[in-house]
Each structure stands twice: as C-alpha cells, then as structure tokens.
C-alpha cells in the first residue's frame, strides 16, 4: 500500500490518469472506516486535501462553485445564505466530522443517504469533473449519482466540485433520525421555491436507491401557488389541502425499502410529513418576508 | 512511509504502513496513548485531538494526511506544574467515571472554551455531540464545563 501526497491539482490528475485504481482520500470519514475495518485495501491512496483548488468557492455570474473539498464546517461558516445547504451541513455526524466531511465525499461516495445530496438535488446542481489533459466535463446530478454507491466517476477523473445556478427564495433541508446528532437520516428532503422561474422542488434522501426527485409534487405545488395567487402576492391565502396532497404525492415518489434504520411503511409517512412541513415552511417564510405573520 | 508530523509543538518522524490512522500513529509509534482507540469510526469522539487548529477524531486522518501539519493531543494540555483548568473541573466534578471517553471530552471542551467562553447547555451539548460517555455521565460533564468556563473568564491562561 502506497499513500501520495499531490500538491497541484494537475498533479494528481496525472497521477489518476497513470494510476486509475488509486482512491482519492478527502476527510476521510467514509474511506478511514473501511480501513480500520480490515473492508477495503487499497493499492495507492491520493491525499487530495493539499490542492488548493478543490478547497474553493467561488460566485459567478449567477451560479455558485462550490469545490469539493470544502468541508461541511466551512459551508456552516462560508455559505449562510444557502439556507438549505446548511441545514443539511449542520446535520451531518458531529463537530469532528463536520471538520473533515466534504460535498466531494458525499458526491463520491454516492450513498442515497448522503445528506447534502438532496440539496444538490433540489438546486439542480451539475458536478464538473477533470481528468488530465482534457476540459472539465459537468453532468446534471442525476446523470452522476446512478445507484447505491454507484456513480459516473470515470477512473482517470477526480470530482471538482459542483455548480448551481443560485435561486431566489425559500427552502429547507430535514432530516429524521433517532437523535440530532451523529444520525445516518432514516429519510430526508429538501425542498427549494424558485421565485424567478415560479417552481418548487422536491428531492429526497434515503428513501430509494438514490435520490430522488418528486415531480408530480412539484408540478401540482407550482399549480396551486398559481391557482392561489401566490406567485404575484405571497400574502395570498393557500389552502391547507394542498400541503396534504402535495405531502402525499412527494410520499407516492419515494421508493423505499425496509433496512436496519427504518421501515419502508415509516419512511414512506415520513417523507409526507416532512414535505407538508417543509411547503408550510416556505410559504410562511415568503409571508414574513413581505411583512406577513405565519398562518398558524 | 516516514511521516514528519509536529505534535504538542516538537517535529515527531515515524515510520508507519501508509494504511494506519493518525491516532494509530499516536498511540503505537509516537508513546501518546492519551487519545484513545475506541469505535475507530467516528462515532465516540475518544480520539479527538486537534490537527491544524481544528477537532478532527484522529481514527478518521490517514496518519499520511498529518504529514507536515500541525497535531495537538491531550497530552499537550497539562504543565509539569499544573493539570489544565478542564482537567481539574473534570476531577473536581466526578465527571470522570470509567475514564474511557475522558480525554477526547477534554479535548472537545478546550476546544469549545476557546470559541465560547460561556456556553449555555444547548451550546455544550451540541459542541459535545461528538463524544461518546457510555457511562452516561453527562450531567457530571456538563457541570465540568461550566466549572471550567467560569474558573477559565476569572483567571484566564
């Protein structure tokens, strides 16, 4: 077993590409588990914690990169206005893994458990890719997260970052679990209302072989907020058989599965409750924005 | 690999399998057996040192990653002279029961006491939500830390 210590991007790009079996190694909350359990041994290792270009974000015309080896701490610090972003951060483990998890892991990792995967999810984030002596290469998440532990990395490509265009308006992340702490979700959902292209989105975790989405919630939340008025006046009244039927359809779009932490039949209730919760949220937060008081 | 690390303020050089954690570095070459090895998954908190500044549990860095960086250990606290103000609450309180979990809870409370000086309970206990007491002494704890944090505002070090 071998262990390098890259210091350029470049470098460890040329030496992913000579060395397509080497395992990249970031905070290593996943992969130092593996290891101390005798379940994996890998060949060569790539400290990727020394390149400064993965340790950055940035705002560009209208989208944030966010780089890969910026840790769930740093977003907590870095990133207040991403609301639902750090909720999901401040969820994750404890102080100690919040110092060392990345968005890059959970990306690479590929768990449909990975709490900020439903955030990037719900922003319609792309992950950028490189590989040495050729351009980035993005892919819409969906195309990069394809099954349980299983993503569209190429062998000779490390993870970048990701990148999404920034919305306007509400949202939130959250997360069941037996306590607030240290908690692998047993079910969690993101939701993002977009005022700019009138849309609300839904993405859920640990509630299928990977992330998943609900469009059907998603249409008919976007309808009803047109049907109410609430698109042009956040102080319009929404009926509140919308936030049941939009909570029952998010539930219709999870596909989940019995396992040591939860029921299918529990996670399936679940995801109804946290989207309820999660739409009454946004729409009370656009009330108190333009001067309102919350509905209840 | 030969791994140059300083450690409580002094270069430290060990020859170790690439594959072993920092805390193993620690403990098995280095003579500092003060973090402790317990789940080795993250979960306790026992191994908690600090690596550049920041709470990492040391079960989880790849001892190779702490090359040329910066660790602080338990053993770093105490003086010749005198234990430090966290230790001395943790032994006046009885908030040290079988011992296990205590010196990555004294680590995670000196790290706490650094940033809020005068935490409220919710502040501790999600500041401590790393650390693991299977004894369940939590009520001792928490009476440690806010023994600590007034002693530590009335006389600092």
């Keep these: 077993m071998e262990v390098l210590l890259p210091q350029t991007l470049a470098e460890a790009l040329a030496t992913k590409a000579a060395l397509p079996d080497a395992v990249p190694i970031a905070g290593g909350t996943d992969l130092m588990v593996e290891l101390n359990f005798d379940r994996r041994r890998p060949a060569v290792l790539i ?12 705002k560009d015309d209208g989208t944030l990169f966010l780089g890969a080896g910026v840790t769930y701490s ?56 490189a590989k040495t002596g050729a351009r980035t290469r993005t892919l819409p998440w969906h195309q990069f997260l394809l099954g349980p532990k299983k993503t569209a990395l190429a062998p000779d490509e490390l993870i970048l970052g990701t990148r999404w265009r920034i919305t306007r308006g509400p949202g939130s992340f959250s997360k069941i679990g037996p306590r607030n702490a240290m908690v692998i979700a047993v079910a969690s959902l993101c939701l993002v209302l977009d005022e700019a292209s009138r849309t609300i989105r839904v993405a859920l975790g640990s509630v299928g072989p990977t992330i998943l989405r609900a469009p059907d919630a998603e249409a008919m939340g976007a309808r009803a907020l047109a049907d109410a008025g609430g698109w042009d006046d956040p102080l319009a009244p929404v009926p509140i058989k919308v936030a049941e039927d939009f909570g029952a359809r998010v539930a219709a779009a999870a596909q989940p599965i019995d396992d040591v932490r939860g029921t299918a039949a529990y996670r399936r209730h679940a995801c109804a409750v946290l989207a309820q919760r999660a739409l009454r949220w946004a729409l009370d937060d656009r009330m108190r924005a333009s001067g309102g008081g919350p509905r209840c | 690999m030969l791994i140059r690390t300083q450690v409580n303020g002094e270069w430290k050089t060990a020859e170790v399998w690439p594959g072993a954690s920092l805390l193993y570095m620690l403990r098995e070459h280095l003579g500092l057996p003060g973090s402790k090895n317990a789940c080795e998954q993250g979960e306790c908190g026992s191994c908690s040192v600090w690596l550049d500044g920041e709470l990492v549990c040391a079960c989880l860095v790849l001892a190779a990653q702490a090359h040329g960086r910066e660790v602080r250990t338990v053993e770093g606290l105490a003086t010749p002279e005198a234990l430090h103000p966290v230790q001395e609450a943790f032994l006046e309180t009885g908030a040290v029961q079988c011992g296990f979990c205590t010196p990555g809870l004294i680590v995670a409370v000196t790290h706490l006491l650094a940033q809020v000086p005068a935490p409220t309970d919710a502040t501790i206990r999600e500041a401590l939500s790393g650390n693991l007491c299977r004894c369940t002494g939590y009520a001792k704890i928490l009476d440690a830390v806010h023994l600590a944090a007034d002693r530590m505002r009335t006389t600092p070090r």
């Design chain 1, 47 to 58: 400290d990727i914690c020394r390149l400064p270009e993965l340790r950055e974000w940035r």
């Design chain 1, 74 to 129: 740093r977003i907590v610090r870095d990133l207040p206005e991403f609301t639902p972003l750090v909720q999901a951060a401040r969820s994750v483990g404890s102080p100690q893994i919040r110092n060392r998890g990345t968005v890059g892991g959970n990306l690479g990792t590929g768990s449909p458990a990975g709490d900020a995967l439903p955030v990037l999810a719900a922003y319609d984030a792309e992950v950028v890719l």
